[in-house]
């Protein structure tokens, strides 16, 4: 009997399910479980005043979706949720709006998690965690105490970057150009006692054990690009006064003959020392005020006019030829990396290059560039001698325009100069003019150029069968007139030649030996960066890079050391919001920890929490917190009023969701193993640097103290695309072009809010939200919904639908493994279009349809299934298996191309030969049309898809 039909109503579907799985516990992760544990974690929202928008939930969606998908595969899963509930946001908005921090919090997560719940994510709700409750921040505050026990906190005197309008100190990770990370304020420096943590004694770790992890490659770069590990030298240099030598860092020790002075940090304490010795003492003290101004970015930002001055009086000497060297102090060296000093070498390093160019110092060239065969047919053969030869590079320049002669071979796709060797009693000169008259024909030539730089290539030569290590001499010749004899036939056959403008030799040279020979003929001023040759170098030269940075670190008494830009990590913030630094000054006992057993230390309930513009924490002015004995000697002692930065909660977050109602530990031991590591970690890009590092660096303390089971927190971590707001830009409530959830899940609901999300394009990109493009999610729903009353027992099933249906369970599997959501969803779309052609559906296949789409929409999907007389939920069904036979076609569709242009198609049995193919194809009338008059000259065939005809005009 014919159910009749009613029109798809995602209101009453949508709040019927959501309580169903609530009242049922649905989505409850078991601590004691024999089925294998997966724990998914996105990143816990800040609750904001103005509530979710859509931009949030694409990553929810998208973990929503493969946490369902374990689920359905055998897993116990943990999803959780809480909130990162302490910051400046907050703050702020409580200033403005007087409701208390603690208040303005809790209206803020009821709205987020009303929100959160309308869109059917499958989170274990019973494990909320929220960084601002004292019960959360006492272990915040306990883990910092192990820290400091281990001396890994420690209070340091420093220049801060400080924001005059959030009155915070800054992390320097907090400040981009400049500029305040949140509020876009021009950052200042004031000198302030910090906390600090010592994240850089785990800066070796956190950069070696991104080995074991899967993180997206892209994430792995940011954190080694963060990180900054250096391999270099510590070499001295000697000083015309006093005892203590200047000990410079580089990372170019093979340069060293190229040094022509040296530069000190304006802030360098030699800088002081030698005060009393500076003839322009004045001249220094102003230059050394000028710079207190400046940020390190803008110090060191690139293309920035450099400036410095020389320090009269006092020279350094050359660590191994002891020649005089001059000594400035330039604010683009930085006290706070390597040894605050630098050798310079303006021939092979740009900064110093710019430096030198505009102060008139002299640049010495020590380096040239060497190219080595390492892969393929030129690879150098590691167990045979070299043969050396000399060779003129030429670069031949048109006689009106700007452009260059290059020579293309016939028999390759290989473009490159006229080159030959010079001949036993030949000069250079004489050798480049004989080869370019031999192999172009031009004869009306002038040398215009012998540059006095090199290239060397070490190279295996195919044809002579021998390792060549050739010398290029480049040679630039001016074309007078367009005069030409006849070229040799031979050479004809070989190749011919092409005038190029100079931007595009550049480009069609890319990754070619050839274009340094080029570059340094045409841009003389610029330096050679890269490792190369030694030259100018004494015994050293001839060496290549890496072997002399060794040997001449060695020989100049230096030794080889590695650094790390990393920083340690500020972790004082003069404002309210934030978890109490758990330390007591005593006069006499110095800095002692608050006694575990009094944890947590509490925000006092104040009435007034804005920033001072003292400096000072707001928490200063309360007397009655701020006093207290001390806990060692019993006398008067004063609370430590900073509190802790935002990011301080979110560094473990993920280790108390695992155990969220503990009194005893932040987290169980029995609970940690069972859960931890955290299987898949999905956030956005902008955390991958800072929170993925700080929460790295507090889980290998954890390890190190054995408090927690792995040395890694997260096995994988990969990252969603921004959703922008329509037109581009992004959303922000500022600008008012925010989306809200809310309208859109009472208007078309909450599954086509998330289909919509995961359809709009690939996960990994940024993407515009477009309100006219979901109406398009809603209306597949709606088909869905209709097709299911076409669903019947009866209905026979088809092999295409059969074949169909196998493929389309493989690819929304893997599709969701490698987060293709978009393309998933596609494969959904098409699978549905032929089963509304069909007149009946048969259950079986129907079903399996639903089960791939629940976990993208779960709440429709689970009213069709029960509509469909199933008992149980459809998200605690078993994940649909295929069969791999019936996913492969049994026939398929063949491009056929000539010349690489695609003609028509075969339909053929997969798997045919390239000759069966071929057969087929040239019997095809159209194709055969095609070839009259023409010779085949290959086939290129790519099995099961392309067979491609290279033809030519018959010749005879
Ligand atoms: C000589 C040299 C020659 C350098 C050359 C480079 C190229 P990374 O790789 O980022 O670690 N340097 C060292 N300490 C510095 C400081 N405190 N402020 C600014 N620059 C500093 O950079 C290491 C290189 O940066 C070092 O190697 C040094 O310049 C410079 F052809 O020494 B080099
Ligand atoms: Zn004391």
């Not at 670190?553 to 003069?574: N, Y």
């Given at each position: 009997m014919k159910k009749p039909q009613v029109p798809y109503n995602h209101l009453s579907i949508e709040s019927k399910w959501q309580k169903v799985w609530e009242d049922t516990s649905a989505y409850k992760a078991l601590d004691n479980s024999d089925k294998p544990k997966f724990y998914s974690l996105i990143e816990f929202p800040f609750p904001s005043g103005s509530g979710l928008h859509t931009g949030h939930i694409r990553s929810n969606v998208a973990m929503d979706i493969i946490s369902r998908k374990r689920r359905s595969e055998g897993y116990n899963v943990l999803f959780p949720i809480g909130w990162d509930a302490f910051g400046l946001p907050t703050e702020n908005y409580a200033i403005k709006t007087g409701i208390h921090p603690i208040e303005a919090t809790k209206q803020n997560t009821d709205t987020f998690r009303r929100q959160l719940k309308t869109l059917g994510f499958s989170f274990d709700w019973s494990r909320e965690v929220n960084t601002s409750d004292p019960e959360y921040y006492k272990w915040t505050q306990w883990i910092f105490l192990q820290m400091y026990k281990k001396g890994l906190a420690y209070k340091h005197k420093m220049a801060i970057n400080w924001c005059p309008k959030d009155k915070i100190g800054l992390a320097n990770e907090e400040v981009i150009d400049g500029k305040c990370e949140r509020c876009g304020t021009q950052v200042e420096k004031r000198e302030k006692e910090q906390w600090m943590l010592a994240i850089t004694k785990y800066a070796d770790r956190l950069d070696k054990d991104l080995d074991t992890v899967d993180y997206l490659e892209r994430i792995k770069i940011q954190q080694r690009n963060w990180i900054g590990k250096s391999e270099g030298s510590e070499i001295e240099f000697k000083v015309s006064v006093g005892e203590k030598n200047i000990n410079v860092f580089t990372t170019r020790a093979d340069t060293l003959f190229g040094v022509t002075y040296v530069v000190l940090s304006p802030e360098h304490s030699l800088v002081s020392e030698w005060k009393e010795k500076i003839t322009n003492k004045k001249e220094i003290e102003d230059y050394i005020a000028s710079v207190k101004s400046r940020t390190e970015i803008d110090r060191t930002s690139e293309g920035k006019e450099k400036t410095g001055v020389e320090l009269k009086g006092i020279h350094a000497f050359h660590p191994i030829t002891n020649e005089e060297i001059p000594i400035w102090i330039a604010d683009y060296v930085l006290a706070s990396y390597g040894t605050g000093a630098v050798m310079a070498v303006p021939a092979h390093d740009e900064r110093d290059n710019e430096f030198a160019q505009k102060f008139n110092l002299r640049i010495k060239e020590v380096i040239e560039p060497l190219l080595i065969g390492e892969r393929g047919a030129d690879a150098v053969k590691e167990d045979q001698p070299f043969i050396e030869r000399q060779v003129a590079a030429v670069v031949v320049k048109h006689w009106e325009k700007e452009e260059y002669l290059v020579i293309k071979w016939t028999k390759s796709d290989w473009v490159g100069f006229v080159t030959g060797g010079i001949d036993k009693n030949e000069d250079v000169a004489t050798a480049a003019l004989r080869e370019v008259e031999e192999e172009t024909g031009y004869t009306d030539l002038e040398v215009a150029n012998i540059a006095d730089?090199?290239?060397?290539?070490?190279?295996?030569?195919?044809?002579?069968?021998?390792?060549?290590?050739?010398?290029?001499?480049?040679?630039?010749?001016?074309?007078?007139?367009?005069?030409?004899?006849?070229?040799?036939?031979?050479?004809?056959?070989?190749?011919?030649?092409?005038?190029?403008?100079?931007?595009?030799?550049?480009?069609?040279?890319?990754?070619?030996?050839?274009?340094?020979?080029?570059?340094?003929?045409?841009?003389?001023?610029?330096?050679?960066?890269?490792?190369?040759?030694?030259?100018?170098?004494?015994?050293?030269?001839?060496?290549?890079?890496?072997?002399?940075?060794?040997?001449?670190?060695?020989?100049?008494?230096?030794?080889?050391?590695?650094?790390?830009?990393?920083?340690?990590?500020?972790?004082?913030?003069?404002?309210?919001?934030?978890?109490?630094?758990?330390?007591?000054?005593?006069?006499?006992?110095?800095?002692?920890?608050?006694?575990?057993?009094?944890?947590?230390?509490?925000?006092?309930?104040?009435?007034?929490?804005?920033?001072?513009?003292?400096?000072?924490?707001?928490?200063?002015?309360?007397?009655?917190?701020?006093?207290?004995?001390?806990?060692?000697?019993?006398?008067?002692?004063?609370?430590?009023?900073?509190?802790?930065?935002?990011?301080?909660?979110?560094?473990?977050?993920?280790?108390r969701y695992t155990d969220p109602h503990n009194k005893n530990a932040f987290a169980g031991v029995d609970k940690l193993n069972h859960w931890t590591p955290v299987d898949w970690y999905n956030g956005g890009m902008e955390h991958t640097t800072l929170h993925l590092l700080y929460s790295r660096f507090w889980h290998k303390f954890l390890f190190d103290i054995g408090l927690v089971p792995t040395a890694e927190p997260y096995k994988k971590r990969t990252s969603h695309g921004l959703i922008l707001a329509e037109g581009g830009v992004k959303m922000s409530k500022s600008i008012g072009n925010v989306i809200n959830p809310d309208e859109i899940v009472e208007n078309m609901g909450a599954d086509t809010l998330r289909l919509y999300e995961m359809f709009m394009g690939p996960f990994d990109q940024p993407i515009p939200w477009s309100t006219d493009n979901i109406v398009g999610s809603r209306r597949f729903i709606e088909r869905v919904w209709n097709t299911h009353y076409k669903v019947s027992n009866e209905a026979q099933v088809g092999s295409k639908v059969e074949s169909m249906l196998h493929k389309t369970i493989m690819k929304v599997g893997e599709d969701i493994e490698s987060m293709s959501f978009n393309t998933a969803v596609s494969s959904l779309m098409i699978l549905l279009n032929t089963l509304e052609k069909e007149e009946a559906v048969s259950k079986e296949v129907f079903e399996t349809f639903l089960k791939l789409l629940a976990p993208f929409i779960p709440h429709v999907t689970e009213e069709i299934w029960s509509e469909l007389g199933n008992k149980e939920s459809i998200h605690s069904q078993r994940w649909p298996q295929y069969d791999k036979l019936k996913t492969i076609d049994s026939v398929i569709t063949i491009a056929v191309q000539i010349n690489g242009k695609t003609r028509t198609t075969v339909e053929i049995e997969p798997g045919n030969t390239e000759e069966i193919v071929t057969k087929k194809a040239l019997e095809i009338p159209e194709i055969s049309k095609w070839m009259e008059g023409k010779n085949v000259r290959r086939i290129v065939f790519v099995k099961d898809k392309i067979i491609n005809i290279i033809v030519d005009l018959k010749t005879e």
């Open positions: 730089r090199k290239v060397h290539a070490k190279f295996y030569q195919l044809l002579k069968k021998e390792n060549r290590f050739a010398h290029y001499q480049p040679v630039l010749i001016h074309l007078k007139s367009g005069a030409r004899k006849e070229v040799d036939s031979g050479e004809l056959a070989i190749h011919t030649t092409e005038w190029i403008s100079k931007d595009k030799i550049e480009a069609i040279l890319a990754g070619n030996s050839m274009r340094h020979i080029l570059w340094s003929l045409i841009q003389p001023e610029k330096p050679l960066t890269d490792d190369g040759l030694l030259k100018n170098s004494d015994v050293f030269s001839g060496m290549s890079s890496d072997e002399a940075r060794k040997a001449i670190t060695e020989a100049a008494g230096g030794k080889m050391v590695t650094t790390f830009k990393l920083r340690d990590w500020i972790f004082s913030r003069q404002r309210y919001w934030g978890e109490p630094i758990p330390m007591i000054h005593c006069k006499k006992c110095g800095w002692i920890p608050v006694p575990e057993k009094d944890l947590p230390v509490t925000l006092p309930l104040v009435a007034k929490y804005q920033p001072t513009d003292s400096g000072e924490s707001p928490l200063a002015a309360i007397s009655e917190w701020v006093n207290v004995k001390c806990p060692t000697c019993d006398s008067d002692a004063k609370r430590e009023t900073d509190t802790m930065p935002n990011w301080a909660g979110s560094s473990w977050y993920f280790l």
